[in-house]
């Protein structure tokens, strides 16, 4: 399998896509006024201590209060297997020890230094945890914790207790625990001291800000988008490195040439007329990333929906009858095969987190039920944020999770409709005409209005004079007054203006509930 890496980096902003033989399947993004905080850490102050709960909100200036549970107070002590943190971020995969209750670790008002391991999203602040991690090319230290341990992703027995020993050998027993990155992979001794003594100065400057800082206020800045996948992601599994910025492309050079020059011959600079993304046809993939529907290969197509509480994700077969049309199950397995590689895609790339429900096709067969599920889990595990897919349910759904650690892509690249305040639907003309006339009914009855303008759009207007022509002459029998329409094509179709008398006065507000 081809993977590359594209960097298209501005001023303004900056995308990083990632493909795999050459389709798009995980795209990141940033602008400096969306101010990102995951791996920040600050010294915040507790607002809140809800032993109720087992919670603390605590401020660090963002706005938001931050959220920081008693679960995130304390590491696992236990040498075994780790998972990285998602993007190098915090977080890691930590059995939690006996959960102390946070009262008797955090008071109102109190002084804590905190990371952020997820963006604030909707009306929640960010995540918080008192389990700092630092995370550097080889390796994530974390200094409140004695640990040692491997990525799961380096899976050579020999080869995981090699790096388990050289890590406890260089890191003295009070400094702190690490985690061996999977770049780590064959890491010989001279860049495992190096790496582990640059992460340690750093802590010591972060503590020494800390210690001189005055709450709400931030010690540690972490490697924002392009260097923080620089860091964490590209290695000898990707083909090429593309970067349309030179001054980008430099800085990548010199951090290449330090940590691993063997990689510089994949990094290249695009400096062809056609924009980065056109020439890979990305601009248009991250386009279909942001409609409901996915058409599959096989001609039919999954419907995605998120909502306030889970991503409800459909499948349906379409038009696809498939070759053997007297045999629907195997029809239906296709479909669904096909499905299960396309849904695993469509999280990674609309980086969808937080609970994820799949109605897959109904299937008779046990061992076709079987094989979909080993489908779909064998393509999240491509992912690199933490997923997990549960067995099909009793009314034929699949359950799963995905790591959420910053707003989905949509989220972050859209705002609500002002037209139709998030719902995605408006209010059809002939439903708006029935409110017209249950508010000039209401005018009638409250005030002595003899005359009303009614301003609505044209598709209402239409509505009216097409398919309800007895509307003027009817609402004006029953009102007493005389009732006239004027179409406004800038008006948004489920709204309208109630305008009385000669002078036009708009009375709107006072007979039209909110």
């Known amino acids: 399998m081809k993977r590359e890496i594209l960097i298209s980096a501005s001023a303004q902003e900056s995308w990083v896509a990632i493909l795999e033989d050459r389709h798009l399947v995980e795209v990141q993004h940033d602008r400096p006024d969306q101010g990102r905080l995951v791996g920040?850490?600050?010294?915040?102050?507790?607002?809140a201590v809800l032993p109720g709960i087992q919670a603390a909100f605590v401020d660090i200036g963002s706005g938001k209060a931050g959220f920081l549970h008693a679960s995130d107070l304390d590491y696992e002590e236990e040498n075994g297997d780790e998972e990285e943190p998602n993007g190098?971020?915090?977080?890691?995969?930590?059995?939690?020890?006996?959960q102390v209750p946070?009262?008797?670790?955090?008071?109102?008002?109190?002084?804590?230094?905190?990371q952020?391991?997820?963006e604030p999203m909707g009306t929640k602040g960010p995540r918080l945890t008192?389990?700092?991690s630092l995370p550097g090319r080889f390796l994530v230290y974390m200094p409140g914790s004695s640990h040692v341990g491997v990525s799961r992703k380096i899976e050579e027995r020999g080869e995981r207790a090699r790096l388990r020993k050289l890590a406890k050998e260089i890191v003295p027993p009070d400094r702190g625990g690490v985690i061996v990155r999977t770049v780590g992979e064959e890491l010989n001794r001279k860049t495992f001291q190096n790496e582990f003594n640059r992460l340690l100065e750093s802590w010591q400057e972060i503590q020494e800000k800390a210690r001189k800082a005055r709450p709400p206020a931030l010690v540690h800045r972490d490697a924002k988008l392009i260097s923080g996948v620089i860091r964490d992601l590209f290695s000898d599994k990707f083909d090429s490195l593309v970067v349309d910025d030179p001054e980008v492309h430099a800085e990548i050079s010199q951090y290449l040439r330090k940590v691993e020059p063997e990689l510089l011959d994949r990094l290249h600079l695009y400096s062809d007329p056609l924009p980065l993304f056109d020439k890979y046809g990305v601009e248009e993939e991250i386009n279909q990333a942001f409609q409901n529907k996915v058409n599959l290969e096989s001609g039919g197509y999954i419907v995605i929906e998120p909502t306030e509480a889970?991503?409800?994700?459909?499948?349906?077969?379409g038009r696809y009858t498939g070759k053997r049309?007297?045999?629907?199950?195997?029809?239906?397995?296709?479909?669904?095969?096909?499905?299960?590689r396309e849904i695993a895609k469509q999280l990674r790339l609309r980086d969808i987190g937080g609970i994820v429900v799949c109605d897959f096709i109904d299937m008779d067969s046990q061992k076709n039920r079987d094989r979909v599920l080993h489908e779909l889990r064998s393509h999240l595990g491509r992912d690199r944020a933490r997923t997990k897919a549960f067995e099909v349910s009793e009314l034929g759904l699949v359950e799963m999770t995905r790591q959420r650690v910053r707003p989905p892509l949509f989220q972050s690249l859209t705002e609500t409709c002002s037209h139709c305040g998030g719902a995605g639907r408006v209010f059809s003309p002939a439903t708006v005409v029935r409110q017209i006339e249950r508010s000039l009914v209401r005018v009638a009855a409250l005030s002595k209005e003899k005359r009303m303008t009614v301003r609505l759009h044209p598709e209402v207007a239409l509505q009216i004079l097409e398919q309800e022509r007895d509307f003027l002459p009817q609402v004006q029998e029953r009102t007493g007054m005389r009732v006239d329409l004027r179409d406004d094509p800038l008006m948004r179709q489920d709204e309208y203006r109630l305008l009385a008398g000669p002078a036009e006065t708009d009375v709107t507000e006072k007979y039209v509930p909110d």
Request: hydrophobic share 35%; charged share 30%.
């Open 40 to 47: 920040d850490i600050f010294l915040g102050r507790a607002e």
């Open 88 to 98: 190098g971020n915090g977080g890691g995969k930590r059995k939690a020890r006996r």
């Open 102 to 114: 946070i009262q008797d670790v955090i008071q109102k008002d109190q002084e804590v230094l905190v």
């Open 116 to 118: 952020v391991t997820k």
């Open 130 to 132: 008192t389990q700092i």
């Open 310 to 317: 889970l991503v409800s994700i459909d499948v349906n077969t």
């Open 325 to 340: 049309k007297k045999d629907p199950e195997h029809t239906i397995l296709k479909t669904n095969l096909d499905a299960a």
